[in-house]
C-alpha cells in the first residue's frame, strides 16, 4: 500500500510538471542564452541540489540518527522526484526508512524539515538586511525580515517548551482517536528538540546561506542571459531574499503563486519592464522544476528501484508433508479417540536385489 501511495505521488509530480513548467518559455530561454551560460546554469543547477542535500543529512545527523552521509543525501535527492507537487517534500523522510532498516521512523527523520524551514527564514532574513543596507533601500524594509525572524525564533521557543508539548500530549490522550498517536508525537518531538539545539540552527542557517546564495547565482544567470540591463550579484541577494520571505509569510501550496508573483515584482521594481520580469520568474520556476525532477528520478530509479516495484527475494519453501490420516474407531459401546492409521508393515522396507 505504501508502494502505491508513492507510486502515485511520483505520477502526480510529473503531472504537475507538465502543468507548471511552461515549455514554450523555458526553450525561448535556453535558446537565448550561451552555450557557456547554459553549461554554468546546469552546474549552478547540480551544486545547488548538492548542498541542500548534505544539509539534509547534516541535520539527520543532529538528531542522532543512525544513517550516513551519503544516504541522507540520495534520499534527499531521490525525493525531488515529487517536488512538483505540495508536500513533495515529505518523501526524504521516508526514504530515511530504505537505509536504517528499522531502526530510523520516518516520524524521527521529519524534524529534519521542520527545522530546515526555520533556518531558512532566518537564513533569508539575515540576507534581505544586508542586500538593504548595500542596496541602500529605505529603511521601512527592515520591517518584513524582522518579523519573519521574530516569527522563526517565536517557533522555536515554542517547541523547545514543555508546557505546549505536555498540553498536546494530554489532549491527545483524552481522545481515543489520538491516544494512540502519542507514543510517536513524543518520539518526533525528542528528535525535534535534539535539532533544535543552537549549534544544529548555527551550521543549518549556514547551509542555507549557501543555498540561497546558490539560487541567487541562477537567477544572475538567467536576468544577464535575458536582458540588456542585466543584474548586479547584490541586486539579486535583494530580489531573491524578498520573494523568499513572501513566500513564508504568504504560504501557498508548493510556493506556487506567491513565490512568482513576488520575484516578478521585484524584479520590476529594481528597473526590469514588467513582461520580461514576468518571463524571467516563469523562466527561473520552470528550470528549477524540470531539473529537480529529473535528478530526483534518476536518483530514485538508481538507489531505491524497491520502493516503486516490490522485490521479493529468497528461496521458495517446499511444501510441508501431508499429515497421516486419521479415522474413528468405533467400539462396541462408544467412539473411540482418534488414531493414526499405523503404516502397512511393508512400507518402507528394501526389496532384495533393488539398487
Excluded at 8 to 21: E, G, K, Q
Excluded at 191 to 219: A, C
Aim: aromatic share 6%.
Amino acid at each position: 500500500m505504501k508502494r502505491l501511495v508513492l507510486c502515485v505521488a511520483i505520477l502526480a509530480s510529473v503531472l504537475a510538471l507538465a502543468a507548471l513548467a511552461d515549455p514554450q518559455a523555458l526553450t525561448a530561454a535556453l535558446l537565448s542564452l550561451s552555450a557557456g551560460s547554459v553549461f554554468a546554469l546546469l552546474g549552478v543547477l547540480l551544486l545547488n541540489e548538492l548542498l541542500k542535500g548534505f544539509r539534509w543529512a547534516f541535520y539527520l545527523r543532529a538528531a542522532k540518527l543512525e544513517i550516513r552521509v551519503i544516504d541522507g543525501l540520495t534520499s534527499y535527492l531521490a525525493a525531488q522526484a515529487a517536488t512538483a507537487i505540495p508536500g513533495g517534500s515529505v518523501l526524504s523522510a521516508r526514504l530515511v526508512e530504505e537505509h536504517a532498516r528499522g531502526r530510523v521512523r520516518m516520524r524521527q527523520a521529519a524534524p529534519g524539515l521542520v527545522v530546515q524551514m526555520l533556518g531558512d527564514i532566518l537564513a533569508v532574513s539575515s540576507l534581505a538586511v544586508v542586500a538593504i543596507l548595500l542596496t541602500h533601500q529605505r529603511a521601512i524594509q527592515f520591517l518584513i525580515p524582522a518579523l519573519a525572524t521574530i516569527a522563526a525564533f517565536a517557533a522555536i521557543v515554542i517547541f523547545r517548551s514543555e508546557r505546549p508539548a505536555r498540553w498536546l500530549l494530554r489532549a491527545m490522550g483524552r481522545r481515543r482517536l489520538t491516544r494512540r498517536f502519542v507514543p510517536t508525537e513524543e518520539d518526533f518531538r525528542a528528535h525535534l528538540k535534539r535539532m533544535l539545539r543552537s549549534r544544529v540552527l548555527t551550521g543549518g542557517t549556514l547551509f542555507s546561506i549557501g543555498t540561497t546564495l546558490l539560487s541567487v547565482s541562477i537567477l544572475f544567470i538567467l536576468v544577464n542571459g535575458l536582458t540588456a540591463r542585466g543584474l548586479a550579484f547584490i541586486e539579486g541577494v535583494y530580489v531573491h531574499s524578498f520573494s523568499m520571505l513572501a513566500h513564508f509569510l504568504i504560504p501557498t501550496p508548493g510556493g506556487i503563486g506567491a513565490s512568482d508573483a513576488s520575484l516578478a515584482g521585484m524584479l520590476n521594481y529594481i528597473g526590469i519592464g514588467l513582461g520580461r520580469a514576468t518571463f524571467i520568474a516563469l523562466t527561473y520556476r520552470s528550470v528549477g522544476i524540470l531539473f529537480r525532477t529529473a535528478i530526483g528520478l534518476l536518483t530514485l530509479l538508481a538507489c531505491y528501484p524497491s520502493v516503486l516495484i516490490e522485490v521479493r527475494g529468497g528461496e521458495l519453501r517446499a511444501p510441508a508433508p501431508a499429515a497421516a490420516p486419521r479415522i474413528a474407531v468405533r467400539g462396541p459401546s462408544r467412539i473411540g479417540a482418534l488414531s493414526e492409521v499405523a503404516p502397512p508393515a511393508s512400507e518402507g522396507l528394501a526389496v532384495a536385489g533393488e539398487d
